[in-house]
């Protein structure tokens, strides 16, 4: 009889903390209560007439009914056919939900936080990411987590990853190349992981590793891979700041690689995302940059300094009158309220492809396996057809 009463006792307990979960909205961004201090980005509630869209910085905290939640997960398909442009998940995250941002066919760039355990199921699938940097401590590539992403260029996957589950990257075709720095090839068995891909370059630590993928049934057919040791980077970069806003200064990246984003000491950001997002603080911040492929071969590093006093604002991407720019099928589509702004297309090369007053409309007939830089006013998105 005791052990009934000390059931029903628990049992009450947690449907009562059950009870307590709630949701609410704090910088354009819903979120629920999962604990006294904790709480997660969730999906717009239904019967809202909102979509998520535009970039957005994930912050730490939020405050809310007289307490500060630290943000520590993302919910199930928070961000699922969003308009979300760009987004930064901070460092307290450590789990992300299946489907989070799932055929959002917007988003273009994600930073992942650093202690995430796991890229879950569909996590990214149909997304427009051209490059994916995973952190250190990911053992597993969930079933179908960057399925259809159909603009995938570069991923780059840490020494923790041990398993890619079925479909992991199932219709990624463009997908060129993967830095994996993995020392043994990770366990792809399951049905159709890379199934209908071909020429793509993986990088792998050493000889060694190219040896040890190459005897893996999956990893050493040649039909669809090609093995290359590591080697050192000589790359450059301009580490150039615009401020984005009154509270983050907006650092461009670029290059199809991963970056670390030292401050001081502290590894705060390991990201291949075109853009990384430091907070304006009271005192000046150094920051440090290092371009690397994640397997400790980092370039030469940039260093900059965010002041308080911050340099004149650039339009923010939550702007009414930013274009979305999505490329599918060898078509590049402009929507937004930007009718006659003038649009340019250049090549990477600089090569210019297009030039004439925007109609909030298609572009076709431009040469297809080619990344290019569309400009719609002070828009500038990197897209590949």
């Known amino acids: 009889m005791k052990h009934i009463y000390k059931l029903l006792t628990l049992l009450a307990a947690t449907a009562?903390?059950?009870?307590?979960?709630?949701?609410?909205?704090?910088?354009?961004?819903y979120y629920q209560t999962t604990g006294t201090s904790q709480a997660a980005v969730a999906p717009v509630?239904?019967?809202?007439?909102?979509?998520?869209s535009g970039r957005y910085i994930i912050p730490e905290q939020v405050y809310y009914n007289g307490a500060n939640y630290s943000v520590t997960s993302i919910a199930d398909s928070a961000f699922c056919h969003s308009l979300a442009t760009e987004v930064q998940v901070p460092n307290t995250v450590t789990a992300i939900g299946n489907y989070a941002f799932a055929y959002d066919e917007a988003l273009t760039s994600v930073t992942?936080?650093?202690?995430?355990?796991?890229v879950s199921t569909a996590m990214l699938a149909g997304t427009s990411l051209v490059n994916i940097a995973v952190?250190?401590?990911v053992a597993t590539i969930g079933e179908w987590?960057?399925?259809?992403a159909s603009l995938l260029h570069t991923a780059l996957l840490p020494s923790t990853t041990t398993k890619i589950e079925a479909y992991g990257f199932n219709n990624c075709h463009s997908l060129a190349e993967i830095y994996c720095a993995a020392p043994t090839p990770p366990n792809a068995t399951g049905w159709?992981?890379?199934?209908?891909?071909?020429?793509?370059d993986v990088i792998v630590p050493d000889d060694d590793a190219v040896k040890a993928y190459g005897q893996d049934a999956v990893w050493g057919n040649d039909s669809t891979f090609t093995l290359y040791p590591n080697e050192d980077l000589s790359v450059t970069m301009s580490g150039e700041l615009e401020q984005a806003d009154d509270h983050y200064m907006r650092l461009d990246l670029g290059n199809n690689l991963a970056y670390k984003i030292y401050k001081g000491d502290e590894l705060v950001a390991y990201t291949a995302a075109d853009h990384y997002y430091i907070p304006i603080e009271s005192q000046p911040v150094q920051y440090?940059?290092?371009?690397?492929?994640?397997?400790?071969?980092?370039?030469?590093?940039?260093t900059v300094t965010v002041q308080p006093t911050a340099v004149p604002a650039i339009a923010s991407d939550n702007d009414e009158w930013t274009p979305v720019i999505l490329a599918r099928d060898g078509v590049i589509y402009i929507t937004g309220d930007n009718h006659g702004t003038w649009t340019r297309i250049y090549d990477c090369y600089g090569q210019l492809y297009?030039?004439?007053?925007?109609?909030?409309?298609?572009?076709?007939?431009?040469?297809?396996?080619k990344v290019y830089i569309v400009i719609v006013g002070k828009t500038v998105k990197k897209v590949m057809l």
């Open 16 to 29: 009562a903390l059950g009870a307590q979960a709630d949701t609410f909205m704090a910088g354009g961004l």
């Open 45 to 52: 509630p239904r019967g809202v007439n909102q979509v998520y």
């Open 112 to 118: 992942l936080p650093l202690k995430l355990q796991k």
């Open 135 to 137: 952190p250190e401590g």
């Open 145 to 148: 987590a960057f399925q259809s």
């Open 192 to 200: 159709a992981i890379f199934s209908g891909l071909s020429g793509i």
């Open 288 to 302: 440090t940059v290092y371009p690397t492929t994640g397997m400790g071969n980092d370039a030469d590093p940039v």
């Open 354 to 369: 297009y030039e004439r007053p925007s109609n909030d409309g298609e572009i076709e007939n431009l040469p297809r396996n």
